[in-house]
C-alpha cells in the first residue's frame, strides 16, 4: 500500500523558512516521481515543484522559483521541499503527492497518490 506522510509545516513570519518531509512508503521510491502541490485556503490545487526519479531533476511553479528547492533521499525514501523567503500568499495547505512514472508532472493527471497534507501559514 502506497503511503506519504508529509510533516514540517507550522506558522512563520515572513520572510522565514521551513522544510517539509514527505516520508514514503509501498513503492519503490527512487524510481518515481515525486510532486508538491498546494491549496490555499479558498483556492484550488496548484503545483509547486517536481523532481523526476532517476536523475533528480528539478522543476518550479514561476510562483516559488528561487524561493523553495525540491530534493529527495531515496535512501530514506523521503522527499523534501525547502521553502525560504516565505510569503503571506504561501500560506496553504502543502501535500506532496507520487507520479505516475519517473518523469515530472505538473498536472494531476501525472500524479496518483497523495498525501494528506502539513499546513503551512505565514503571518506577521
Known amino acids: 500500500e502506497v503511503q506519504l506522510v508529509e510533516s514540517g509545516g507550522g506558522l512563520v513570519q515572513p520572510g522565514g523558512s521551513l522544510r517539509l518531509s514527505c516520508a514514503a512508503s509501498?513503492?519503490?521510491?527512487?524510481?518515481?516521481?515525486m510532486s508538491w502541490v498546494r491549496q490555499a485556503p479558498g483556492k484550488g490545487l496548484e503545483w509547486v515543484s517536481s523532481?523526476?526519479?532517476?536523475?533528480?531533476?528539478?522543476y518550479f511553479a514561476d510562483s516559488v522559483k528561487d524561493r523553495f528547492t525540491i530534493s529527495r533521499d531515496n535512501a530514506k525514501s523521503t522527499l523534501y521541499l525547502q521553502l525560504n523567503s516565505l510569503k503571506v500568499e504561501d500560506t496553504a495547505m502543502y501535500y506532496c503527492?507520487?507520479?505516475?512514472?519517473?518523469?515530472?508532472?505538473?498536472?494531476?493527471?501525472?500524479?496518483?497518490?497523495w498525501g494528506n497534507g502539513t499546513l503551512v501559514t505565514i503571518s506577521s
Open positions: 503527492a507520487k507520479n505516475r512514472d519517473s518523469r515530472y508532472s505538473t498536472g494531476w493527471y501525472g500524479m496518483d497518490y
Open positions: 509501498g513503492f519503490s521510491f527512487s524510481t518515481y516521481g
Open positions: 523532481i523526476t526519479g532517476g536523475y533528480g531533476t528539478t
